[in-house]
């Protein structure tokens, strides 16, 4: 089935610095999810996003997905961002079940 | 946000008791998942279903079952709860997008 990699997997911000986080997938998908976890456990969705650049707020995301991989972009982070982020791929075409990385935690110190 | 509770959301109790967790979902989707998630591990799949009383296994089915009578409700149960299966525990649900939206979770001790 298919793998999905994260990096990197731990990452400390100072606040209000910029940062990049990938997700490399093994095989071609149709869709691909970010997700927040935050301190308190709650997983957010951020981003539902098959290809191309979507943003929302100080988040953004780009998928190509024909080079197989995923940014998130996190721009002027607070500590709010702090948690563990997520992505995830269907197992194939037309399977519901996703495939998710280990994750990215992230720490955003004042 | 997605309309999915899960309950109980904190349980405590001894090896050997069944329990039971519930899912329920008021957006009429197609599709739940059931999760475990443990440190080193990410969130694993245990069971999911694509339509009432339509059901299969995930990667760490063992010692887990789940029921769906109804398109809202989805039914983790553990026969008999063991140790290894203290974790917090999440529904998911998906549309015809596939895209899926978590509930808040159950923390599940086993003593």
């Known amino acids: 089935g298919i793998q999905v990699e994260q990096s990197p997997p731990d990452l400390i911000l100072q606040e209000g610095a910029n940062s990049t986080l990938r997700c490399n997938f093994s095989d071609s998908v149709n869709n691909l999810q970010w997700f927040h976890q935050n301190p308190w456990g709650q997983l957010i969705n951020l981003f539902y996003?098959?290809?191309g650049t979507k943003q929302n707020g100080r988040l953004s995301a780009t998928t190509v997905a024909t080079e197989r991989y995923s940014l998130l972009y996190i721009s002027s982070s607070q500590t709010t961002d702090s948690g563990v982020y997520f992505c995830?791929?269907?197992?194939?075409?037309?399977?519901?079940?996703?495939?998710f990385g280990k994750g990215n935690q992230v720490v955003v110190i004042p | 946000d997605a309309g999915i509770t899960q309950s109980p959301r904190h349980k405590v109790t001894e090896t050997g008791t069944p329990v039971t967790l519930r899912c329920h979902q008021t957006?009429?989707?197609?599709?739940m998942y059931w999760y475990r998630q443990d440190p080193g591990h990410g969130l694993r799949l245990i069971h999911y279903?694509?339509?009432?009383?339509?059901?299969d296994k995930g990667e760490v089915s063992d010692g887990y079952s789940v029921s769906r009578s109804k398109t809202e409700d989805f039914l983790l149960t553990l026969e008999s709860a063991t140790s290894s299966q203290t974790s917090v525990y999440f529904c998911a649900i998906a549309g015809t997008s596939s895209e899926q939206y978590f509930g808040p979770g159950t923390r599940l001790t086993v003593t």
């Open positions: 995830a791929s269907p197992r194939g075409y037309g399977n519901n079940r996703l495939a």
């Open positions: 996003i098959p290809s």
């Open positions: 279903s694509y339509g009432v009383k339509d059901t």
């Open positions: 957006e009429n989707h197609r599709y």
